[in-house]
C-alpha cells in the first residue's frame, strides 16, 4: 500500500520567512496530493491540492510542487503570518480512494 | 460548500460501554465513507472504508467486530466503538467522497474519551 512521509516534524520560522514542508510517497500509481492544515481539536481544513499531470501550483502565499519521477511534493508558504501556525498534514492517494496521510509538521510562526 | 455533520463532538464514556458516532453529508450524496482515527500529536490513520449499502473494508490492525460501521444510506455513515476501552480514547474524523465530484470532506471529529 501507499506511504507517506513527511519531513519536517516541527518546523519554527519568522514571520515574513518561508516555510517548506516535503513529503514523499511510495506508490507510483497515486495521482491525487493535498495539503491539510489542522488546528488543535479541528478537523483538516484542505488548503491546497495537486495532480498528477500538474507540476506546480500556486495559491497566493501557498505553492506546491510535485515531482513524479522522484515520487515526491512540497508546500512551499511564503510570507508566513502567525496565524499560519498549526500543524500540516501532506496526503497521497489514488483517485481520492485510501488516502493516506503523512506524519504532520507543526509549524509554528514567530511574530 | 459541502456540509459535513459529526456528532457527538466529543463523548465520556464509561470502560465496557459503546459508543456510537454518526456522520451525515447534509447537502450532497456520499459514495464513499472512510474513517480515520487521530491520537494526540499524530497524523490520521485510516480505519475502514466503506461503501454505500456493503460492508465496510477495514485496514490491518482494525478489528472489525470492535468498530461496527453502517453506510445504510448516501447521507449517513455510522462508527460504533463496541466494549470501548481506554485505549480506545482517540480523535474520529469521518471523510465522506461526494458521488457528484469525487471530492473528499471532513467531519468535524468525535473526541472520545473513555474512562
Known amino acids: 500500500g501507499e506511504n507517506v512521509e513527511q519531513h519536517p516534524s516541527t518546523l519554527s520560522v519568522q514571520e515574513g520567512d518561508s516555510a517548506v514542508i516535503k513529503c514523499t510517497y511510495s506508490d507510483s500509481a497515486s495521482n491525487y496530493f493535498p495539503w491539510y492544515k489542522q488546528e488543535l481539536g479541528k478537523r483538516p481544513q484542505l488548503i491546497i491540492d495537486i495532480r498528477s499531470n500538474v507540476g506546480e501550483k500556486k495559491d497566493q502565499r501557498i505553492a506546491v510542487t510535485l515531482n513524479k519521477t522522484a515520487k515526491h511534493f512540497s508546500l512551499h508558504i511564503t510570507e508566513t503570518q502567525p496565524e499560519d501556525s498549526a500543524v500540516y498534514f501532506c496526503?497521497?492517494?489514488?483517485?481520492?480512494?485510501?488516502?493516506?496521510f503523512g506524519a504532520g509538521t507543526r509549524l509554528t510562526v514567530k511574530p | 460548500g459541502a456540509v459535513v455533520s459529526q456528532h457527538p463532538s466529543w463523548v465520556i464514556c464509561k470502560s465496557g460501554t459503546s459508543v456510537k458516532i454518526e456522520c451525515r453529508s447534509l447537502?450532497?450524496?456520499?459514495?464513499?465513507m472512510f474513517w480515520y482515527r487521530q491520537f494526540p500529536k499524530q497524523s490520521l490513520m485510516l480505519m475502514a472504508t466503506s461503501n454505500e449499502g456493503s460492508k465496510a473494508t477495514y485496514e490491518q490492525g482494525v478489528e472489525k467486530d470492535k468498530f461496527l460501521i453502517n453506510h445504510a444510506s448516501l447521507t449517513l455513515s455510522t462508527l460504533t466503538v463496541t466494549s470501548a476501552h481506554p485505549e480506545d480514547s482517540s480523535f474520529y474524523i469521518c471523510s465522506p467522497t461526494s458521488r457528484n465530484t469525487g471530492e473528499l470532506f471532513f467531519g468535524e471529529g468525535s473526541r472520545l474519551t473513555v474512562l
Open positions: 447537502d450532497f450524496q456520499a459514495t464513499t
Open positions: 496526503a497521497a492517494s489514488k483517485n481520492n480512494n485510501d488516502m493516506r
